[in-house]
C-alpha cells in the first residue's frame, strides 16, 4: 500500500470516528474547524488520485448527481406494520393475550418515533442500500440520500452483512430553522416534521436532503449476522444493543417491562416528556423482548402478533386567544382565524387556529380574550376546541362578524336561512380574486411550483394579472425586475405555468373554483363529459344523473358557465394552450365497478396517490359514503367517514390491503 493510500485511509477512518461522536454519541472530541480542514484535506487527496474512490468515504455522503426518478427495491425482509391501540384498554387487551400465549412476558417499550420508515442494507460492513418502507415489499431506492444523513454509518465496525430498519426524521429545531428560512423567502410553510422528513428524503437531489439535516434511530434488526463468531442474540435488547456497538444510533428512553403496570407507567412517562425530546413521538411500541417468544407468537397477515404501537390521543393544550382575523376565500366565505398567544402543539408552535365559522364561535360561548383548549386535527391543522369560562378575569368581550367584507367593503350576507357561511356579495372582490388564482395555482389543481400566496400578491400589485388566464401571457421579463424575484426565479415560475397547461381537464375543473366541486367532483365531471365544452353545455338534468351529484352541486356549475366572464376565462385559458379534454384514463380493470372512499392519513402514501391508483385500475373515488360504497379506505386520524362506514357495515381495508387488491 502506498504512503498516499494509507493517508488517504487514515483520514477516511479518522473522520468516520469523529462524525460518529459528534452524530451519534453526542461527545464530540474536536471543533467544527478541525473537523473541516481534515475533511478538506481528504478531498484534495481523492480528486488527486481517483484511484483510490471508495463509495463509503465521508466524502461521498453528498457525492451522487441529482437522479430523474427512485428506483424500485424488492426488501429482502418484510418491512411489516403494526396493529394501533388508541386506550389503556385496548392495550390492556393485547398484554392479556401475551400473558396467555407466554408464561412470563417480557416487553421492550419505547417511544415511537413519528418519521419515515426505511432499510439500510450492509454487505461486509459496507452500505450498499437505503431504501422507503413502500408497500412494505416494494420501497424506493434512496441510497443517495440516507448517505447525507451523518448518522448513518458508512462503514460498519466490523464487516457484518445485515439488514436493519430505522425511523427516519427531522429534529425540531431543524424543522423551525427550515420554515423561518421559507417564511422569509416568501414560501409556503412545511407542515410539521414527519411530512418534512418525508420530502426530504424524496428529493431527487442529494444536495437538497443534504440541507435538511435528517436524522435517524434505528429500531430493529431485519436480517442478517450482528456478530462474526455465530453467536445469536436472544433478546430485541441485546440487538440494539448490539447495533449500538456496530455504530448505530438506536432509539433512547426504552425500558423492559414484566407487568401491565410498568408497561402503562412508561407510557405516561413518555408522553409527559413528549415537549422536551428534540424530536417527535405520536406513540409508543411495545415488543415482545425474548426472540424465541417471537417465534413462538408468530406473524400476522400484515402485522406481527408480539408488538402493538400504543397511539397518543392529539395532544391539546391551552392558551390565549388574542384576537380573531377574518380571511376572506376564493368563494368569498369569510373564515374567522384566532390569534393565539404562541404554544407549542403537536411538533410545532401554534400561534393560529381555525374557528370555522361564526355559528362554531356562538356555540361555543367564545370570547376575545379567553383561555382556550387547541389541538392539532389529524396532527396538521390546528383548531380552537373550547374555551374555558372558568377562568376568565372580566376583561373579555363579545366577538361579532363583520357585515361587511373586510377586503372590499361590499355587504356580506348569509347562505340560506341554515347556512353557516357568511359571505361577500362582490363577485370582483380582491380577495377572491387573489384566493382564486392561489387555488388554481394549488398543488392539487394546476400544480403551479413557486407560484404561492406572496407571488400571487405581487403579481396583482404589479398589475400583471387580473385573473388566472393572465398568468400564461407572463413573460420572464415581466417578473425578474420584481421584489424577490430575479431571473433565475422568473424563468422557472414561466417553465412551471408552461408545464401546468398538459394538467387536464380533471385538474383544470378542480382548479376553476366552481362552488361545490372539489377534486372528487371534479373527476366525476371530467369522467363524464372528457371535455371542457362539452361540461360547459351540461344542464343540471344531465348533471344530477352523476353519481353523488345532488340538485345543488348541479345548479352551481350550470350557474358557473351562465355567467359571461367565466366562460370567457375558459376560452382564454383553451386560446393559451391548456389542454382541455380528460388525460386520465383506466389502465387496468382489477377495481372495476367498485367504488372507494379514502379517509385519514396513509402511511407512505399521500390519498391523492391512492387515488390516482385506483382510478387507473378502472375503480370509483367519491367524496361520502353510502350502502354503495365498496370499501373505504382508512388511514390514521380517520373521522366521520370511518364511523359512518362501520355502521352501514362498509369493509374497511388500509393502504396494505387496497395495495394487495392492485397486486402491488
Known amino acids: 500500500m502506498s504512503e498516499i493510500e494509507i493517508k488517504i485511509k487514515a483520514l477516511r477512518e479518522e473522520l468516520a470516528y469523529h462524525a460518529k461522536r459528534y452524530y451519534v454519541d453526542d461527545a464530540p472530541e474536536i471543533s467544527d474547524f478541525a473537523y473541516d480542514r481534515m475533511y478538506a484535506e481528504l478531498l484534495a487527496l481523492e480528486e488527486a488520485h481517483p484511484e483510490f474512490f471508495d463509495p463509503a468515504s465521508p466524502t461521498q455522503r453528498v457525492g451522487g448527481a441529482p437522479l430523474d426518478k427512485f428506483d424500485k427495491v424488492t426488501h429482502t425482509a ?23 400465549a407466554l408464561p412470563h412476558p417480557v416487553y421492550s417499550v419505547e417511544p415511537k418515533i413519528d418519521g419515515l420508515s426505511v432499510s439500510l442494507r450492509y454487505e461486509n460492513g ?25 448518522s448513518v454509518p458508512l462503514t460498519l465496525s466490523e464487516p457484518l452483512s445485515l439488514t436493519v430498519r430505522g425511523e427516519v426524521y427531522m429534529p425540531r429545531a431543524t424543522f423551525e430553522k427550515i420554515n423561518e428560512k421559507r ?46 463468531d455465530g453467536h445469536a442474540p436472544t433478546s430485541h435488547t441485546e440487538t440494539l444493543d448490539r447495533l449500538a456497538e456496530l455504530g448505530f444510533t438506536v432509539l433512547k428512553n426504552r425500558v423492559k417491562a414484566t407487568t401491565r403496570a410498568e408497561v402503562f407507567a412508561h407510557i405516561e412517562a413518555l408522553g409527559a416528556l413528549r415537549d422536551e425530546l428534540p424530536y417527535d413521538i405520536d406513540g409508543v411500541v411495545i415488543k415482545i423482548d425474548a426472540l424465541a417468544d417471537r417465534v413462538t407468537l408468530g ?4 402485522t406481527p402478533r408480539w408488538a402493538v404501537a400504543y397511539k397518543f390521543p ?74 374555558h369560562p372558568e377562568l376568565r378575569d372580566g376583561g373579555e368581550t363579545t366577538f361579532a362578524m363583520p357585515t361587511r367584507c373586510p377586503s372590499c367593503g361590499e355587504p356580506v350576507s348569509r347562505d340560506g336561512d341554515d347556512g353557516a357561511a357568511i359571505r361577500c356579495t362582490n363577485s370582483a372582490c380582491p380577495a377572491q380574486l387573489s384566493r382564486g388564482i392561489e387555488h388554481f395555482a394549488s398543488k392539487n389543481a394546476m400544480d403551479i411550483e413557486g407560484l404561492g400566496p406572496q407571488v400571487v400578491e405581487l403579481l396583482l400589485a404589479n398589475d400583471l394579472i387580473h385573473d388566472a388566464a393572465d398568468l400564461y401571457a407572463l413573460t420572464a421579463e415581466q417578473i425578474a425586475p420584481l421584489d424577490r424575484m430575479g431571473e433565475k426565479s422568473a424563468a422557472n415560475l414561466i417553465a412551471a405555468i408552461e408545464h401546468s397547461k398538459s394538467a387536464g381537464l380533471e385538474r383544470l375543473v378542480f382548479a376553476l373554483g366552481i362552488r361545490g366541486i372539489g377534486q372528487v367532483a371534479a ?24 353519481e353523488d351529484f345532488g340538485q345543488i352541486t348541479a345548479d352551481y356549475v350550470v350557474d358557473y358557465f351562465s355567467h359571461p366572464q367565466n366562460t370567457a376565462l375558459c376560452e382564454r385559458l383553451t386560446a393559451a394552450g391548456l389542454i382541455t379534454e380528460a388525460v386520465a384514463a383506466p389502465t387496468g380493470d382489477k377495481l372495476a365497478g367498485l367504488t372507494f ?68
Open 78 to 100: 418484510t418491512m411489516n406494520s403494526l396493529s394501533d391501540v388508541f386506550s389503556f384498554d385496548e392495550l390492556d387487551d393485547f398484554l392479556a393475550k401475551m400473558e396467555q
Open 126 to 150: 459496507k452500505l450498499v442500500t437505503g431504501a422507503t418502507r413502500g408497500d412494505g415489499v416494494t420501497g424506493e431506492d434512496v441510497t443517495q440520500n440516507i448517505k447525507t444523513i451523518f
Open 183 to 228: 417564511e422569509r423567502e416568501g414560501l409556503a410553510l412545511l407542515a410539521n416534521p414527519r411530512n418534512a422528513a418525508a420530502g426530504s428524503l424524496r428529493q431527487l437531489d442529494p444536495r437538497v436532503a443534504a440541507e435538511r439535516k435528517l436524522d435517524i434511530f434505528v429500531f430493529n434488526l431485519q436480517e442478517g449476522a450482528l456478530y462474526s
Open 299 to 302: 406473524e400476522g397477515t400484515n
Open 314 to 387: 392529539p395532544e391539546q393544550k391551552k392558551t390565549k386567544l388574542l384576537d380573531i382575523e377574518i380571511a376572506v376565500g376564493r368563494t368569498g366565505v369569510l373564515t374567522p382565524t384566532a390569534i393565539l398567544a404562541p404554544v407549542r402543539l403537536a411538533g410545532t408552535t401554534v400561534s393560529r387556529a381555525t374557528l370555522h365559522n361564526a355559528d362554531f364561535i356562538a356555540e361555543r360561548g367564545i370570547m376575545l380574550g379567553d383561555t382556550v383548549t387547541v389541538q392539532k386535527a389529524g396532527d396538521i391543522i390546528p383548531e380552537v376546541v373550547t374555551a
Open 523 to 546: 373527476t366525476a365531471l371530467a369522467a363524464k363529459y372528457r371535455t371542457l365544452p362539452a361540461l360547459m353545455a351540461a344542464t343540471a338534468e344531465e348533471l344530477i344523473t352523476i
Open 597 to 664: 372512499v379514502l379517509t385519514g392519513t396513509l402511511p407512505d402514501m399521500s390519498r391523492d396517490e391512492a387515488a390516482e391508483l385506483i382510478r387507473a385500475a378502472g375503480g370509483k373515488v367519491v367524496g361520502s359514503v353510502s350502502k354503495k360504497t365498496s370499501f373505504v379506505v382508512a388511514g390514521e386520524a380517520a373521522g366521520s367517514k370511518l364511523t359512518k362506514a362501520e355502521a352501514l357495515g362498509i369493509s374497511i381495508i388500509d393502504k396494505d390491503e387496497l395495495l394487495r387488491m392492485l397486486d402491488r
